[in-house]
């Protein structure tokens, strides 16, 4: 045992003696976190607007200052024809023009119905999109409210709630995802990044001759980053639950078990890339690849899973970050207990047991 | 030096790899306090022969003890009895003088007290009291090596194997590092060398040249010469290697 400790003291001189290794560490999770909470959203503010007014009536105006009131839009300009529309999109800077046809109040008063043209600049298709819901939100609103009650004798008005994010806050979403990314990122790739260091510099050789067992190295290998991937997810749910407000309904103690659990399961993946990769280039390479970008991209933490290709969808079924996910938005934004979430649980102790078998099988033919 | 005990014996070992012969057969004896010259050309199969003793590997067949301890079923025991030194530099770099010592008593289990005398002796024969909290990386190779070579020998092994130990170190430094294999054999302590230069051959009290997986010659240097009638170890090398399919 106090070999062991020995081993593990060592190890931590390494990591905090390597200025890019404490980056990594620390620097990295608060990064990325900060810029995920607060540069990258989904909400559009102060948008420009172009207006192409054609009847300048009351009812017109009302709907521009309801538009420019909304927080969304700011105005760019009032067009005077069609073809500056084309000309003012080209700019680049205004990313919707709104079309009223002649005389909109008295047709809409006469015969009930009026156009309204919204042409949205597609070239950022999200932007373009959600510009054009916005707007139509707030014309609607408008003639409900204006024009419903006279008109209309039945209606039926949607009351909608977003349950577990009422302000659809997209950083209640970065943190599960970040979470996952970052412990991954620890724990698979600086394990492996360790243990591979040891082999390129030949002094796992010196290990293995001596009294040490394989195993007591690879856990003393291993211990470390288990530490520091703890220290990390908790850094994490503290920046998100106290800067940022992402709320934690569940059990901290089931919350952080899952998260040992979901660090467990990336060290082996970490040890399987060691014994698989030759030196330490390779065992980032591999943790870069195919660690980092499926985890980003497959993991259903920016894309939606149901809108993958069916191929896509059944491989993030093999993205341990994919059901640990599932698992932190469970615990803490529903706040539901262990019986909810003790499928994806299961799934990531399987993944655990399977990584460290082909590892064990790739060590051992390693030795012969 | 008692030539009649055997520390290391060999007796058929035999090693492949896939349809490779990297051991054929090989059989001899290494002596207590015998400096063992291990030469070859690369790829004859020399290093492999020692990773099998060291533990490292494993022989296809074969009957092997190291320090009387079987290989197939004592390498605890093995390990315990034996140092190594790699022809890769072998300490932590971005680790001080003493933590390095500190880190191989601790995976020795050598108790504390002791240690630190070993250090203090060690430091001292060395002349690096005053570096011992300098990082390895800011010492120069020749030290390096040296100081490789005395934490290999802290936990009092019975042999020492050393892997082509003064690769890249100056021809003083190789001198004086050949000083130090002198007095820990004098301790009685067995050294197995393997090396590429051929003066250093002349060095060893007995040498075996591997060629193609076998060896084709062990005796001492003198007796070598006189065989191959050649004024140096570098004439029976050569006469030896012409004739080798794998060698470079």
């Known amino acids: 045992m106090k070999r062991f400790f020995g081993f593990v003291k060592k190890e931590f001189f390494h990591i905090f003696r390597d200025v890019r290794t404490m980056i990594i560490l620390f620097g990295i999770p608060i990064a990325q976190l900060l810029l995920f909470g607060t540069v990258i959203t989904n909400e559009i503010k102060d948008a420009h607007l172009a207006i192409y007014d054609q009847s300048k009536d009351e009812v017109t105006r009302e709907i521009t200052d309801k538009l420019l009131s909304s927080g969304y839009f700011v105005l760019n300009s009032y067009l005077d024809n069609d073809g500056d529309i084309e000309a003012i999109f080209k700019k680049g800077k205004v ?29 950022d298709p999200n932007v373009g999109k959600l510009l054009a819901s916005y ?51 620890i724990s698979a790739m600086m394990t492996s ?40 997810a908790v850094m994490i749910l503290g920046i998100g639950h106290l800067v940022f407000g992402v709320p934690i309904h569940g059990s901290w103690v089931l919350l952080m078990a899952e998260s ?38 497959l993991s259903g933490f920016m894309f939606p899973i149901e809108n993958m290709p069916v191929p896509l969808q059944v491989l993030s079924h093999l993205m341990p970050p994919r059901w640990f996910i599932v698992i932190l938005k469970n615990i803490m ?35 012969e | 030096m008692n030539q009649n005990t055997p520390v290391i014996t060999v007796k058929n070992l035999v090693k492949k790899f896939g349809s490779f012969t990297a051991n054929d057969h090989l059989n001899f004896e290494v002596y207590k306090g015998e400096i063992f010259g291990f030469l ?45 030194m790699s022809q890769k530099f072998s300490l932590y770099e971005d680790l001080t003088i003493a933590e390095n010592i500190r880190f191989y008593g601790g995976i020795y289990g050598i108790p504390v007290k002791q240690r630190k005398e070993k250090e203090h002796l060690l430091l ?96 001492t240097p003198d007796a070598l010469k006189k065989q191959f009638n050649s004024e140096d170890m570098n004439g029976v090398f050569l006469q030896l290697a012409r004739h080798a399919r794998n060698g470079d």
């Open chain 1, 333 to 367: 934004l529903k706040g539901t207990g262990f019986l909810f979430v003790w499928e994806e649980t299961l799934i990531l102790i399987i993944m655990a047991a399977v990584f460290t078998a082909i590892a064990v099988k790739k060590f051992k033919t390693r030795l």
């Open chain 2, 40 to 84: 070859g050309a690369n790829g004859a199969g020399k290093t492999t022969a020692m990773r099998i003793l060291c533990g490292l590997s494993s022989p296809t067949s074969g009957e092997l003890t190291v320090g009387g301890f079987d290989v197939y079923r004592q390498t605890e025991q093995i390990k315990r009895n034996i140092g190594y």
């Open chain 1, 193 to 232: 990044i360790s243990i591979t260091r040891e082999k390129e510099l030949g002094t796992m050789e010196i290990l293995l001759v001596s009294p040490l067992r394989p195993v007591q190295i690879i856990l003393g290998k291993v211990a470390p980053y288990l530490i520091l991937s703890v220290v990390n």
């Open chain 1, 260 to 297: 040992i659990l979901f660090i467990l399961m990336a060290l082996c993946l970490g040890i399987l890339i060691s014994a698989v990769a030759k030196n330490q280039m390779v065992a980032m390479f591999i943790s870069l690849v195919a660690l980092m970008l499926p985890t980003i991209l």
């Open chain 1, 95 to 123: 990313k919707e023009v709104l079309v009223f046809g002649p005389n909109f109040g008295q047709t809409l008063e006469r015969e009930g119905k009026a156009d309204v043209q919204i042409i949205a600049d597609a070239s």
């Open chain 2, 124 to 219: 001292k024969k060395l002349q690096l009291e005053s570096e011992r909290n300098k990082l390895i990386a800011s010492l120069p190779l020749g030290w390096k090596q040296k100081l490789a070579f005395s934490i290999a020998l802290l936990h009092d092994p019975k042999i020492v194997f050393l892997d082509e130990p003064t690769g890249g170190v100056d021809p003083i430094t190789r001198r004086q590092f050949w000083d130090f294999i002198y007095e820990a054999a004098a301790e009685g302590k067995t050294i197995f060398v393997t090396t590429h230069y051929m003066d250093e051959a002349e060095y060893c009290d007995r040498v075996s040249i591997m060629v193609d997986g076998r060896i084709a010659a062990l005796d």
């Open chain 1, 135 to 185: 707007t139509t939100g707030i014309i609607n609103d408008y003639i409900l409210k204006e024009m419903g009650e006279l008109k209309m004798p039945m209606q039926i008005t949607p009351e909608v709630r977003m349950f577990y994010n009422e302000e659809l806050e997209s950083v209640y979403m970065f943190v599960p995802g970040i979470m996952a990314m970052i412990l991954m990122l």
